[in-house]
């Protein structure tokens, strides 16, 4: 019974290293820590590691392919032969972007980018704004008739003050 025990412990702390292996992290697009394909569009002009875009054996079908955009781990724009496919590259034309360009500048602007797209801006969705409270106790502090008292509290109204 004990080499039972002993056994499956010995088990458990063999497999927990592999389990935990298992485990992994999703990094997206326009946030620190990505690497791979980046789309320009209208962001500014990027700062590349080299002037003129790096081919590793030029593939029939991206001969008249435009250069693409990546950034990419530290050291592995060096030894492009050895990571092009790692990030699906090999055989087409590729620019790298700073990393400094990347996080300081594409980051930030993507990020705000996409925020404004899903309309995430400043109050957005909030009712915030001119017409939309439809006093739904977003007016705290303000003095209101709750009483529909004519005579007096009409708190802002322009048309009544002295």
């Known amino acids: 019974m004990k080499m039972r025990i002993l056994f499956a412990m010995l088990i458990g702390i063999c497999a927990g290293p592999a389990i935990a292996g298992d485990l992994a992290v999703s990094v997206n697009i326009g946030e620190p820590g990505f690497f791979g394909r980046i789309e320009i569009g209208n962001f500014p002009q990027p700062q590349l590691v080299y002037a003129q875009p790096v081919v590793i054996q030029r593939a029939p079908e991206f001969v008249s392919a435009p250069p693409i955009y990546l ?92």
């Open 71 to 162: 950034h990419v781990r530290p050291g592995h724009e060096k030894h492009w032969s050895k990571h092009c496919a790692e990030y699906n590259a090999c055989g087409r034309p590729v620019y790298f972007v700073r990393d400094d360009w990347y996080n300081n500048e594409y980051v930030p602007r993507y990020r705000h980018e996409r925020d404004h797209d899903r309309g995430e801006g400043r109050d957005a969705g909030h009712g915030h704004g001119e017409g939309h409270d439809k006093d739904h106790d977003h007016d705290e502090g303000h003095r209101h008739d709750d009483r529909h008292d004519h005579d007096e509290g009409r708190g802002h109204d322009e048309r009544h003050e002295q």
